[in-house]
């Protein structure tokens, strides 16, 4: 009997292509008359660009000035700004562990590139990711060093683990002190020592990880735990930005967020044409 289920089935299917590919067949082709004077609908398709920090866009880059130049000719709305891509230096700004002595913040090479991003958005609102959580807090069985060259392509430090702090509150103050330095002109660290910045920007924007059910392969708990952790976090440190953005590869379920003022108003999903 299923035997001759699925040879019905498939003399059905083989049918109906036949008659599909008949339809038009002989037919004179279409013509379509565009009416340039007439709006039947306005676009609201917006220009935007992602662009990613990196060693081209440093200031003595030979395209760095093209490359800003252009964002600002394009004066978008949104452009969304990530940080680090293969480069550490350009995205992780705690690349060792702190001591019970020292700690090791150095925003030096990204700063320049961050303050040119801003100044090339022209006070339109930008849509800020900090990708990477610093590899130190990973159990590794063999720790991921980071490259000493700034300019070179590590990709390694992306690679799926598991949190040392599995509530994800050891991440997100590493997520607010990057913050509060762009908006509150610095931070206090680990051991209560007042980073100086200087800069008070606004951030409308802030993204939380990027595609992270690929790159670290966290699972939905994992990443609303960092999400609601990081949220609380700059919460407590500045009222910016004034909208979150949960960043995925593809579209899924909104997470299951505990926290009543931290459900996502955005949901960014990469689209590349091929």
Known sequence: MSHRFSVVCSALVFVLFLGVAGIGAGEPP??????????????????????????????????????FQRVKELAADNVRYATGGPYPFYGVVERQAPTATETFWDFSTIDPVTEDMFKAAGGRPLVVNFTNIPEWMFKRAVPIVYPTDPNEKFWKYTEPGELRDPSGKEAADYFARIVSWYVKGGFKDELGKWHESGHHYKIDYWEVLNEPDRERQFNVETYTRIYDATVEAIRKVSPQPSLWVFRIPTPVACPNSSSTFSIPRTISREFRST
């Not at 709006?39 to 662009?51: A, G, M, S, Y």
């Open 30 to 67: 279409v013509k379509v008359q565009v009416k340039w004077d007439r709006v039947t609908r306005e676009l609201k398709t917006r220009p935007n660009i992602l662009f990613g920090a990196a060693p081209m866009e440093a200031r003595n880059a030979p395209l760095h000035d093209a490359f």
